[in-house]
């Protein structure tokens, strides 16, 4: 091998070595070719949905209740609302209480919950979290079964 090839292999070497640094260090390029920048700080940022806990699993029998409860929180601390929806909705109802949720389904299928929480700003952020739903149809009203417990 000549010192020129060896330069050269030497050069990818290294050029592959500082490009996984800087993915792995979060100093990646975007789009434009520059490199990704934090919003300023002067403009408010959206609030971010940080946890979200299934109860008792995201696997589930037709006719049985799932608990979904979403945590978030706004770096500017600004109130969080959250909404809820399911798709597909045939079949299946929500019971919401602000950062919970009652899910059921009469039929197996596979179900995305979507929780959206807003700030008072405007600014909002949004997750899907997948369901599925086993077993034959059940004979229950799944909007019954979510309905308030008091």
């Known amino acids: 091998m000549t010192e ?16 996984s640094f800087l993915i792995l260090s979060g100093l990646a390029f975007g789009d434009a070719g520059g490199p990704l ?10 609030p971010r949905i940080v946890d979200v806990d299934i109860a008792p699993s995201k696997f589930t029998r037709a006719c049985q209740v799932v608990t979904l409860t979403a945590r978030a929180t706004d ?14 909705a045939a079949g299946a109802a929500l019971g919401a209480d602000g950062a919970r949720v009652r899910f059921a389904a009469d039929r197996a ?7 959206t929480t807003r700030d008072d700003g405007g600014r909002s952020a949004s997750l899907a979290i997948p369901l599925h739903v086993t077993g034959p149809a059940g004979a229950c009203d799944p909007a019954a079964l979510v309905g308030d417990e008091d």
Not at 109 to 115: C, E, I, K
């Open 109 to 115: 299928g596979d179900y995305t919950v979507r929780v």
């Open 4 to 19: 020129s090839n060896l330069n050269r292999r030497t050069l990818l070497v290294l050029a592959a070595a500082a490009a």
């Open 75 to 88: 770096p500017n601390g600004d109130d969080v609302a959250y909404a809820w929806a399911v798709v597909p």
């Open 37 to 46: 920048a934090a919003p300023p700080a002067d403009e408010p940022a959206p």
